[in-house]
């Protein structure tokens, strides 16, 4: 923060970004800034930018898992056991790669004959599994 004050401090003086760049390498040696982000710098002030902190990015979006979001894919999920992780991320518009450890690891689901089904079966569920997946 205290070198990126020399952007508002040295421009005022009148100083190219040649000279500012000279005078930063003295004072600072080889943890100076570039002659390139010092000429930024001074393009940004003289457009008005009078900011020392960086603006925010885009970017890739932070990863949330909320309780509203794991709701509407289970309810997703029981409407159709059919879906694809890649059409529930559609249509919820979140990235496919938060959707499946949401099923795997909040639901407790995994896919098994192309339908997902909870990862804890009873003794009867497991006989009835087996005897579908046979007469398929």
Same mark, same amino acid.
């Given at each position: 923060?205290?070198? #990126?004050?020399?952007?508002?401090?040295?421009?005022?003086?009148?100083?190219?970004?040649? /000279?500012?760049?000279?005078?930063?390498?003295?004072?600072?040696?080889? =943890?100076?800034?570039?002659?390139?982000?010092?000429?930024?710098?001074?393009?940004?002030?003289?457009?008005?930018?009078?900011?020392?902190?960086?603006?925010? +990015?885009?970017? +890739?979006?932070?990863?949330?898992?909320?309780?509203?979001?794991?709701?509407?894919? =289970?309810?997703?999920?029981?409407?159709?056991?059919?879906?694809?992780?890649?059409?529930?991320?559609?249509?919820?518009?979140?990235? +496919? /790669?938060?959707?499946?450890?949401?099923? =795997?690891?909040?639901?407790?689901? #995994?896919?098994?004959?192309?339908?997902?089904?909870?990862?804890?079966?009873?003794?009867?569920?497991?006989?009835?599994?087996?005897?579908?997946? /046979?007469?398929?």
């Amino acid at each position: 923060m205290e070198t #990126r004050a020399v952007k508002f401090f040295h421009p005022l003086q009148g100083k190219a970004p040649k /000279e500012i760049h000279a005078i930063l390498t003295e004072a600072l040696g080889e =943890h100076a800034l570039s002659y390139a982000i010092i000429k930024t710098w001074v393009a940004q002030f003289k457009r008005g930018n009078f900011s020392a902190c960086d603006a925010p +990015r885009p970017g +890739r979006p932070k990863t949330v898992t909320t309780p509203e979001i794991i709701d509407q894919i =289970h309810e997703l999920i029981l409407e159709d056991r059919r879906i694809s992780a890649k059409s529930i991320a559609e249509q919820l518009g979140i990235s +496919r /790669e938060r959707v499946g450890p949401i099923i =795997h690891e909040d639901l407790d689901m #995994r896919k098994l004959s192309a339908k997902w089904v909870p990862k804890c079966l009873n003794a009867n569920q497991k006989r009835q599994r087996c005897h579908s997946s /046979e007469q398929l």
